[in-house]
């Protein structure tokens, strides 16, 4: 039983170690949004918000999510006990329309307080069978193909098991070109152009066949299953959908439609852990492979992922890197580590997220904060 009696609030200010950008925009410095959340039971839970600083990515910010917690999604949470995190989507959903990473951040705190309620790992109150999970690594856009190629050479040589690049028209065919130079044939390989083209440059994108790419995420916009679908025909790389899979609906369009072959899962995204969950089934049913993506979240999202991860078809590397590729320094201790094989072990002994919030290092970042209670 969850029977929540405050939530508090906080915007901390992290910058990431360099710059990262991506077609629709760029980030310097996170602006994060953790949810800590307090059980009548005494038990106390955490979660992040992966809305960005602009709406670029998606029309959510961690502003709009500010709003949405405090004054829509958190007030009907307080009002009345939940038996079960898988009962808040619902909840959320009536009569609230989108602002999908607003209830994900709440829904996934409860996940974390129910676990911790049951005594067991996030891991398994969602039904994660691994207890360790691939890595892979996502490159900004860099100034020039020799750049990139030098980047992906690094973190190929550190142990990611799979090398993602950010493309958009004017760096991409050689930018791809130059970093499959540099790996050689048999790494995994694939481009993100966050929806930077439009299907007229089809025969553009076609060129890149030939870099054996095991996929390339969410080349056209976001609403535009159909030009997927078109595209994914052309192009004999399988598509993968990130910012259009926005529910489980969506997910069985792409399926029906042939708008992609692969699925990036991110909670926050779709709404929280049940919808995930609710995906990742459909698509283990489907035959089509699914991996977690990441938004630069702090340790508290990591930990979020890096258990989502640990579900049995999470088939190929996610982009779960370790904090060190972000930050100075993160906000949970132990950091998230990855090892020379490129994985990140999945903490199955420890009840909840299984990392521990450094509180004073917090405190020491937070520029706002709101206590939200009955
Ligand atoms: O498209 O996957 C994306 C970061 C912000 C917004 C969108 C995306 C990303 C990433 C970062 O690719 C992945 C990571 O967290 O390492
Ligand atoms: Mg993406």
């Known amino acids: 039983m969850i029977e929540l009696q405050r939530i508090v609030l906080r915007e901390i200010r992290l910058p990431l170690k360099e710059p990262f950008r991506i077609s629709s925009g760029v980030v310097k410095e996170r602006r994060i949004c953790l949810l800590e959340l307090f059980d009548a039971d005494g038990t106390v839970a955490w979660s992040e918000c992966v809305a960005g600083e602009n709406p670029n990515y998606s029309a959510e910010t961690i502003d709009t999510a500010w709003l949405a917690i405090t004054e829509w999604l958190a007030p009907r949470l307080l009002a009345k006990p939940v038996a079960h995190p898988a009962d808040l989507a619902a909840l959320f959903d009536k009569g609230i329309c989108g602002h999908n990473m607003a209830k994900a951040a709440v829904e996934m705190g ?155 899962i991110k909670p926050g995204r ?12 459909l698509c283990q049913r489907s035959g089509i492979p699914v991996w977690c993506g990441g938004m630069l979240e702090s340790g508290v999202g990591r930990a979020h992922n890096v258990a989502l991860a640990s579900l049995p078809n999470f088939s190929l590397p996610g982009d779960l890197s370790p904090s060190a ?49 009955r």
């Open 110 to 264: 409860c996940w974390d307080l129910a676990a911790r309620q049951q005594g067991v790992s996030l891991s398994q109150m969602l039904g994660g069978t691994r207890d360790r999970v691939a890595t892979g690594i996502s490159i900004g856009i860099q100034a020039n193909p020799a750049a990139l190629a030098q980047r992906a050479r690094a973190a190929f040589d550190q142990g990611y098991r799979k090398i993602k690049v950010k493309i958009e028209p004017g760096a991409d065919v050689e930018y791809v070109r130059a970093v499959r130079q540099e790996l050689g044939p048999p790494v995994h390989m694939m481009a993100d152009a966050n929806s930077a083209y439009t299907l007229a440059d089809a025969a553009h994108l076609v060129q890149l066949d030939a870099f054996n790419l095991i996929m390339i995420e969410q080349p056209l916009s976001r609403d535009d299953l159909l030009r997927h679908a078109e595209l994914q025909k052309r192009l004999a790389t399988p598509i993968c959908l990130d910012e259009s899979i926005t529910s489980v609906d969506r997910a069985e369009d792409m399926i029906t439609l042939g708008s992609g072959r692969i699925i990036n």
């Open 270 to 281: 779709v709404g929280g852990f049940t919808v995930s969950k609710a995906i990742h089934d």
């Open 325 to 373: 590729r972000y930050w100075e320094r993160d906000v949970v201790t132990p950091e998230w580590t990855m090892d020379d094989e490129g994985m990140v072990r999945v903490p199955r002994e420890e009840p909840g997220i299984g990392v521990t919030v450094d509180m004073g290092f917090v405190d020491s970042i937070t520029v706002r904060r709101k206590e939200l209670t």
